[in-house]
C-alpha cells in the first residue's frame, strides 16, 4: 500500500501528543532517546517530512520543550489522557484536518503516516484500522471535530477510541484498513523493559 508518485498531502496541522504522566515508565517518554534523538524529536521531524502547515506539542505543564522549535499546547483538562491533548489542538488548527501522533511510537514509518494523511478529505478524516484494531493516536481528524471531543471530554469519557468511534457515525472520519503486516509500526514504549537491548516494543494500547 503506497502513495502515488508525486501525492502532496492535503493541508493539514500536526500535533505530537507528549503530554502523559508516563506513569508506568516512570520518566517522561518524549525525552527517551530512540536512535540517537528524544522520541518526541523523531515524532516532530516525521511529521514536517510531510509538509504540514504547522507541527505544534499538546505538552506537560512541568517540562520544558524550548529546544524543540514547536508552540506547545497545555491540556484544557487534566488527567484526561491523550484525548485532552486531541480537543486542544482541534480548535487551536490553522488547517482544516489535523494530524495526531503519539510520541511513544519510535516504529512508526513515513509511509505508514503519508498513507493515513492519503485517505482523510477536507471535511474528512481517517482512522487507520490493523487486524480491526482502531489506531486512533496515529489519525486525521476534521477541524470539525473539536466539538465531539469537547464534549466528550465534559462527560468525563477520555477514551481515544471511543472519541475515533464517534467521529466515524458522524461522518467526520472514516475506517482505513492497512496490512496485517503493518502492525508493527504501532508498537509503543510503555515499561522500562520495552527499552531493553533488543527487545521489541509491545503493541499499542486504545
Not at 11 to 20: D, E, F, N, Q
Given at each position: 500500500m503506497k502513495t502515488p508518485a508525486g501525492w502532496e498531502p492535503p493541508?493539514?496541522?500536526?500535533?505530537?501528543?507528549?503530554?502523559?504522566r508516563s506513569t508506568r515508565m516512570g520518566r517522561d517518554k518524549a525525552f527517551l532517546e530512540f536512535r540517537g534523538q528524544p522520541l518526541l524529536a523523531r515524532q516532530i521531524a516525521l511529521a514536517r517530512s510531510l509538509?504540514?502547515?504547522?507541527?505544534?506539542?499538546?505538552g506537560r505543564?512541568?517540562?520544558?520543550?524550548?529546544?524543540?522549535?514547536?508552540?506547545?499546547l497545555r491540556d484544557p483538562v487534566s488527567d484526561a489522557g491523550p484525548l485532552a491533548g486531541i480537543a486542544a489542538a482541534l480548535e487551536a488548527a490553522r488547517a482544516p484536518l489535523v494530524l495526531v501522533l503519539a510520541v511513544d511510537l519510535p516504529c512508526l514509518t513515513r509511509e505508514v503516516v503519508a498513507t493515513v494523511l492519503a485517505a482523510g478529505e477536507p471535511a474528512r478524516g481517517a482512522v487507520p484500522r490493523v487486524a480491526g484494531r482502531l489506531e486512533p493516536?496515529?489519525?486525521?481528524?476534521?477541524?470539525?471535530?473539536?466539538?465531539?471531543?469537547?464534549?466528550?471530554?465534559?462527560?468525563?469519557?477520555?477514551?481515544?477510541?471511543?472519541?475515533?468511534?464517534?467521529?466515524?457515525q458522524a461522518g467526520l472520519v472514516r475506517w482505513l484498513d492497512l496490512p496485517p503486516e503493518w502492525a508493527g509500526a504501532f508498537a509503543n514504549w510503555n515499561s522500562p523493559a520495552d527499552l531493553s537491548p533488543g527487545s521489541a516494543p509491545p503493541r499499542s494500547a486504545s
Open positions: 493541508p493539514y496541522s500536526a500535533v505530537i501528543l507528549a503530554g502523559g509538509k504540514p502547515v504547522e507541527v505544534v506539542v499538546s505543564a512541568d517540562a520544558d520543550y524550548s529546544g524543540f522549535g514547536c508552540p506547545v493516536l496515529v489519525a486525521v481528524y476534521p477541524r470539525s471535530a473539536a466539538a465531539l471531543a469537547g464534549a466528550q471530554l465534559a462527560q468525563r469519557r477520555f477514551a481515544a477510541g471511543e472519541f475515533a468511534r464517534r467521529c466515524e
